[in-house]
């Protein structure tokens, strides 16, 4: 976990810096992020999945030029699903063959960027995208490394919103009714694409490993009929991401290296019983990793206490640094982290400063009632989803990445500024 202490005085630091100290320095709402647990995280997922595999770590959860960098020290490779994540990729110095490139509905010009950049392989998402990365690998005369992504239909228990596996949704080619085997037909038949794999992501923030089970027992399925069909044993499985953390007390997730064992066995099995060579296999973390590493330090503004109810606690941020309770029913944990108290507890829920009833960012937490404006309160596992998904909501401004490490801190995503935004608005 991130390595947050209180002493016996209960000050409260983060990679060896003091948060009241975090927030004099850099202001608050501000995501900490260590540094540290960062690359303990990464490495742990490398490590676990040793040299015939790759883990790829999923940069929606959160990008950023340090976290790439750290990401490619610690021997990573990076899964981007747009131009943007591209470009920061790129300009942190990730090589491009480490690079996948992801999406149900890329440009043409991100494709193309893709290509020219040389990205390790681009994850086909649709009959058409098969056809059109193929003409422009073409028309820049650079053979492209493929995987097709399918769904396999499981039903991820998890989120409606954040289940990917399921027929009736937008990602991937289904695997029912054969237009899986279809899609590869056709991929097989373009010179311009080198198809080296089967992709599957069944949904995120998942503690079942059955869902994977089942997924990859369908994927290998899926090799053994291309083999019997083609007669070529496609080398790669990427399993996507999606392995849930611990967002309060009651989620309990899996470890790295039981997570793959798990994959490699039943991968390992599948593919023993189908007569097929073991594939390369790949895994797609993000909330695991950057998850856990940062909370988000508030600063406590006005308290109103309804009787009987509970008391509505505002912080200076909201539902534009962190929407996952408003849009999941995501849960969290609140603590208090600026001094110590021995009030009796309260049930506060902590909202925002937006114009919106649903501008929640933990609903039901408890709080020491003798908490007062001034005081900061700190949000934990707040790393993924949170920064990456931000808006500026009420021209709210965007909270700064402050990351620590021993006992330094420093800045990695600056706050944005009313200069950021009046830039952008040239009317
Ligand atoms: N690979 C693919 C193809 C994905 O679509 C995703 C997540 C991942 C990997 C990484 O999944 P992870 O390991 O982080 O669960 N905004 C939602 C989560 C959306 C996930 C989208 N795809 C949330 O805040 O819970």
């Known amino acids: ?56 770590y999923a940069g929606k959860a959160f990008l950023s030029r340090a976290v790439v960098r750290w990401l490619h020290e610690e021997g990573l490779n990076l899964d981007v699903c747009s131009g943007g994540e591209l470009a920061t990729a790129l300009s942190a110095g990730m090589p491009a063959d480490r690079i996948a490139f992801h999406g149900n509905n890329k440009s043409k010009d991100e494709i193309r960027r893709a290509i020219e950049a040389g990205v390790g392989r681009i994850v086909l998402d649709s009959f058409q995208e098969i ?16 995987q097709i992504r399918i769904t396999v239909g499981v039903e991820a228990h998890t989120h409606e919103f954040i289940a990917t596996a399921h027929e009736d949704q937008k990602f991937g080619i ?34 079942d490993m059955s869902g994977f089970e089942v997924a990859a027992h369908r994927v290998v399925g899926l090799l053994k009929d291309i083999r019997d069909e083609h007669g070529v044993e496609l080398p790669e499985i990427d399993l996507g991401g999606g392995l849930g953390i611990a967002y309060t007390s009651d989620d309990d997730p899996r470890e790295p290296h039981e997570i793959a064992k798990a994959l490699t066995e039943i991968v390992t099995r599948e593919c023993e019983a189908a007569r097929l060579r073991t594939p390369r296999i790949s895994v797609e973390p993000g909330r695991a990793i950057v998850g856990p590493t940062a909370f988000t330090l508030y600063e406590v503004g006005t308290i109103k206490p309804l009787d009987g109810l509970r008391t509505y606690v505002s912080v200076d941020g909201g539902m534009s640094d962190n929407i996952r309770t408003a849009l999941y029913d ?56 949170c920064r990456s998904m931000a808006s500026n909501y009420n021209h709210v401004l965007r ?21 950021d935004l009046l830039r952008l608005d040239v009317g």
């Open 330 to 385: 995501a849960e969290y944990s609140v603590a208090l982290v600026s001094r110590t108290s021995d009030a009796e507890p309260m049930l506060a829920r902590v909202v925002g400063k937006h114009c919106e009833s649903g501008d929640i960012v933990v609903k039901d937490a408890f709080l020491p009632s003798d908490l007062a404006p001034g005081d900061l309160i700190a949000v934990p596992a707040t790393g993924a989803y």
């Open 399 to 419: 909270p700064p990445v402050v990351a620590v490490n021993d006992g330094e801190s420093r800045v990695i995503v600056r706050r944005e500024t009313e200069d």
């Open 131 to 146: 056809v059109r990365v193929a003409h422009i690998a073409q028309e820049l005369g650079k053979r492209q490394r493929v």
């Open 174 to 207: 289904p695997l029912a009714g054969g237009q899986a085997a279809e899609a590869v037909r056709r991929a097989l038949r373009l010179d311009w694409l080198e198809v080296i794999g089967i992709h599957s992501h069944i949904g995120s923030q998942i503690f």
């Open 1 to 56: 976990a991130q390595t947050v202490a209180r002493d016996a005085e209960g000050t409260v630091t983060v990679g060896g810096v003091d948060v009241k100290t975090l927030a004099e320095q850099h202001g608050t709402p501000a995501y900490i992020l260590d540094e540290a647990d960062f690359r303990a995280r990464a490495r742990a997922w490398r490590g676990a999945f040793g040299a015939d595999a790759d883990v790829f």
